[in-house]
């Protein structure tokens, strides 16, 4: 599990366990399927092969590479299968291979690409993708929900304290654990199923125009690991997006390192 998500997800041996993420990146058919998921998230199957001129069966198994190396993430509504691409296995190979020295010239270069992105963005009338991000925990579900409802715990490996009842209809509260007790999110808890499903609205204690959004935790346990979901949707711009993009990772990365070593991330950002 030290390895990170895509070891679980790929299920390659101990020696490259981002071998799976290579293999299905080499393929230009592949890519493109990334390309289309990246340009809009949540698509059918049916969706991507019209886009792609391909067949059913031949975008299924493309797909179907995707998924194993961790790439893309499959979320059912109803009758549908959903496709989201996963920044995770991405997000490793970066941290293994970027050094320090690289990483802020290349995080310059990142951000000017983003504010081209946003600024195509705001000429455009499209609607903001939906956030999906899937990780991998050694964990019983009961310590992955206790881990997202306790604010002592909370406080540990995000940098606020959540703090419910967690009942349906109750309010949350995003409190910093700096002494001034300022709150920076608050929202709603739409549906609490524990340990295996926790549905809440974000909305931005200080900019009380911002729409607020769903945030849904999905927690699958599988033997002795754990597979937690987080989808982020009614995301209300952009630049909520953009922000968000960069949170979770971080948040959740802390999140398996509390529950598997005890111990929180050396450093780890406080993006959100």
Request: aromatic share 6%; glycine share 6%.
């Amino acid at each position: 599990m030290h390895n990170g998500t895509v070891s679980r997800t790929a299920g390659s041996g101990h020696d490259e366990p981002l071998g799976p993420v290579f293999k299905a990146l080499a393929d230009p058919t592949r890519r493109a399927v990334l390309d289309r998921l990246r340009e809009e998230n949540g698509q059918t199957l049916r969706r991507l092969g019209e886009q792609l001129e391909m067949t059913r069966q031949s975008a299924t198994q493309h797909i179907d590479v995707l998924v194993a190396a961790g790439l893309v993430t499959v979320v059912r509504r109803g009758r549908e299968r959903l496709h989201y691409l996963n920044p995770a296995p991405i997000h490793e190979v970066g941290e293994r291979w970027i050094s320090e020295f690289d990483r802020p010239r290349l995080e310059t270069i990142a951000a000017i690409a983003r504010r081209a992105e946003e600024y195509a963005m705001s000429e455009q009338t499209a609607t903001v993708p939906t956030y999906v991000y899937v990780t991998y925990i050694k964990a019983s579900a009961e310590q992955v929900w206790r881990a997202l409802t306790d604010a002592d715990l909370t406080a540990q490996y995000w940098g606020h304290a959540n703090v419910s009842d967690w009942q349906p209809g109750s309010t949350w509260e995003h409190r910093r654990v700096d002494g001034s007790g300022a709150v920076d999110v608050v929202g709603e808890v739409l549906a609490a199923e524990p340990p295996t499903r926790l549905v809440i609205t974000f909305e931005d204690s200080v900019d009380v125009q911002r729409e607020r959004s769903t945030v849904t935790f999905l927690i699958e346990p599988h033997e002795d690991i754990v597979r937690l979901t987080v989808t982020h949707e009614k995301l209300p711009d952009i630049e909520m997006y953009q922000g968000i993009s960069r949170g979770w990772p971080a948040v959740l990365a802390n999140l398996k390192s509390l529950l598997e070593t005890g111990e929180t991330l050396p450093q780890a950002p406080w993006a959100m």
